[in-house]
């Protein structure tokens, strides 16, 4: 697992939900398609990628991938 968070202005938890879908975002310049790419690349290797408020302040993000004796156990195997 990894996980980075900071102590900036956070994130609001009625959007959370939404935050890795595909052209949805929070910034007036933003195209909505980063955290959506992340999640795709991170779950097809079998992982999981999440985010939360960091308490009092900020964002947390993490994620986390199987090892590789995980990975080869599972039904799809490890994706290149």
């Known amino acids: 697992m990894v996980e980075v968070a900071d102590t900036g202005t956070g994130l609001d938890p009625g959007y959370v939900g ?13 195209m909505g398609v980063g955290l959506a790419i992340s999640r795709s690349i991170v779950e097809a290797h079998g992982g999981r990628l999440e985010a939360a408020p960091n308490e009092p302040h900020g964002a947390v993000f993490r994620f986390t991938l199987p090892t590789k004796e995980k990975a080869q156990a599972s039904p799809e195997g490890l994706r290149s």
């Open 18 to 30: 939404r935050l890795f879908e595909s052209f949805y975002t929070t910034k007036a310049e933003g």
